[in-house]
């Protein structure tokens, strides 16, 4: 009778454990998605809404424009840009925010702190997901020299054209999000942009790495810059 | 063990079966909002910065 006990808990404690797996994987796989889809979807829409009341403001008082134009300095885990790469889809956009803290990447793209600002001079860098939470950069290896990143803060357009990459490296390697890069090829300062995910997809052995500079920029008053348009 | 549970549910087959469901979707809840949420980050499909090693 014992025997009989034990046989049966045993065997119901891996049941036990193979549903907990099963669930777990429905979790990363599946839920992760939904749950990052949705924020992404609010940090979006509270750029939006921010992004109007300060065009209403500046139209309310059209004494400093240029003064009211300029976006405030990045709050830690807060959205201020959005990405869009046509190369990963047409309707491929994400919210870029600041930092690189594992529940800010939950919500968006992250932006490393201490790296330069929207198309300033220096190197714009930015760290996404590979996989779970949105698969934002799922199709990373695609992107190609050419392609175009454009992102807006609300007040400009900012197209930067990829030069290199998909570059694999070390997790280590923290010289790729260097003002100038080394290993890019660019010679000398400039506006760049770096864009940094896992490889493989599922792993953490590696990092892939893109490098672009900025192209062209131009007040949102002037319309959807030619990359976003079909 | 589950057994067990079973026979400490009140009611007959069918009330037991309805409170055996809840009970599942309870502990789904607790995991999907709780456990696995704290369990997820140690995997390594965070890591996808160049400098956190």
Redesign the interface.
């Known amino acids: 009778m014992p025997v009989r006990v034990i046989v049966?808990?045993v065997s119901?404690?891996c049941i036990t454990v193979g549903a907990?797996i099963v669930?777990?994987v429905v979790?990363?796989l599946f839920?992760?998605g939904v749950r990052a889809d949705r924020a992404m979807n609010d940090q979006i829409d509270q750029l939006q809404r921010q992004w109007s009341k300060a065009t209403a403001a500046t139209t309310a008082a059209p004494g400093g424009p240029a003064s009211q134009g300029r976006p405030g300095p990045y709050v830690p885990g807060r959205p201020f840009a959005v990405m869009y790469i046509p190369r990963l889809g047409f309707t491929w956009n994400k919210p870029v925010l600041e930092d690189?803290a594992?529940d800010t990447?939950k919500k968006g793209l992250?932006h490393?702190p201490g790296t330069a600002r929207l198309g300033q001079e220096g190197n714009f860098a930015v760290?996404?997901?590979?996989?779970?939470?949105g698969d934002p950069?799922k199709d990373f290896p695609r992107l190609r020299p050419g392609d175009a990143v454009v992102l807006t803060d609300g007040s400009t357009w900012f197209t930067y054209r990829i030069d290199k990459g998909p570059y694999k490296?070390v997790?280590?390697?923290?010289e790729?999000?260097d003002p100038v890069p080394r290993k890019s090829g660019y010679g000398r300062p400039g506006r760049y942009l770096t864009l940094?995910?896992?490889d493989p997809e599922?792993?953490?052995s590696h990092?892939l790495?893109v490098w672009a500079h900025l192209d062209a920029a131009q007040p949102v008053d002037a319309g959807k810059p030619a990359a976003l348009r079909r | 063990m589950y057994g067990w549970i079973w026979r400490r549910l009140p009611g007959n087959a069918w009330i037991k079966a309805m409170i055996s469901l809840v009970l599942v979707l309870a502990v789904v809840y607790v995991l999907f909002q709780y456990v696995f949420p704290w369990a997820e980050p140690l995997l390594p499909f965070n890591d996808v910065t160049v400098d956190n090693q």
């Not at chain 1, 760290?127 to 939470?133: E, L, M, P, Q, S």
């Not at chain 1, 997790?171 to 923290?174: A, E, L």
Request: hydrophobic share 40%.
């Open positions: 049966r808990t119901e404690l907990l669930l777990f979790y990363v839920w992760t690189t594992v990447l992250g490393y760290a996404g997901h590979r996989r779970t939470y950069f490296t997790p280590t390697d923290v790729v999000i940094t995910t896992c599922w792993g953490h990092r790495i």
